[in-house]
């Protein structure tokens, strides 16, 4: 049993369908003014000119936000479940998960690599925190993978005495890996990201658990290949989402 189970200390990120580019966010600014000749200048400009890259800056800086609606991103996510749990408190998105109910859940389990740090310092709201010391990175390594393997062999002793999967993996941890797909505009992904991932120069500081900037930082470049200008100026103007 214990060979059969995978320790990871990563997260997986894929973009399985997009749509949605910079000129979107200007034919549906643009709308307002110009009406349906909005989107065949859009289609019929070869690339975004000055003024169209001003265009997207002044709705990012005075924070007109419903152009950066009109897109979709759908990625792909395999990370442990509580992780899960924290995207889910951005409701904002739409999101299908790996059901326990309906399938054996896979012994994958995620444990902190060496160099995540373990000590925490400082009162709510003003945490730091810092390298273990390398008992305390030995104590987790340790801890965790015991905790897990044992987990995993009760949930196995379960379903192989015929419980159902629902009540097998009541005994399951949190750091046991899921999948989900998670949908999202530009406007809505960019608010997430202002909270999820902690970069210098932000006009709000964020200060996410690892785990989840993990996520934030794959989501974030692979949204950027798609709308490099967005990006750009969600970066310049503080990453303050619209």
Request: aromatic share 10%; glycine share 4%.
């Amino acid at each position: 049993m214990t060979d059969a189970i995978e320790f990871r200390s990563d997260v997986t990120v894929e973009l399985v369908r997009a749509q949605g580019a910079d000129r979107d966010v200007l034919f549906a600014a643009r709308v307002s003014t110009q009406g349906e000749q909005s989107l065949e200048a859009a289609e019929s400009a070869d690339e975004l000119a000055k003024r169209d890259r001003g265009l997207i800056n002044y709705l990012m800086r005075d924070r007109h936000g419903t152009p950066f609606e009109h897109n979709s991103f759908t990625f792909y996510v395999q990370a442990p479940i509580f992780v899960f749990r924290e995207f889910q408190r951005h409701r904002m998105a739409s999101y299908n998960e790996e059901s326990g109910r309906y399938r054996e859940l896979q012994p994958v389990f995620y444990v902190p690599a060496p160099e995540r740090n373990l000590r925490q310092e400082g009162r709510p709201g003003k945490y730091e925190f810092h390298s273990g010391t390398p008992e305390q990175v030995e104590l987790v390594q340790r801890e965790v993978r015991a905790q897990s393997e044992a987990a995993y062999a009760s949930y196995q002793r379960m379903l192989d005495a015929g419980v159902a999967r629902e009540v097998a993996r009541t005994v399951l941890p949190l750091n046991i890996y899921s999948s989900m797909y998670v949908t999202v505009n530009a406007r809505s992904l960019m608010n997430f990201l202002s909270l999820r991932r902690k970069v210098d120069g932000s006009t709000f500081p964020s200060f996410p658990q690892r785990e989840i900037e993990l996520c934030a930082e794959q989501m974030e470049a692979l949204w950027a290949e798609r709308m490099p200008i967005t990006a750009e100026v969600f970066e310049s103007n503080g990453r303050v989402a619209p």
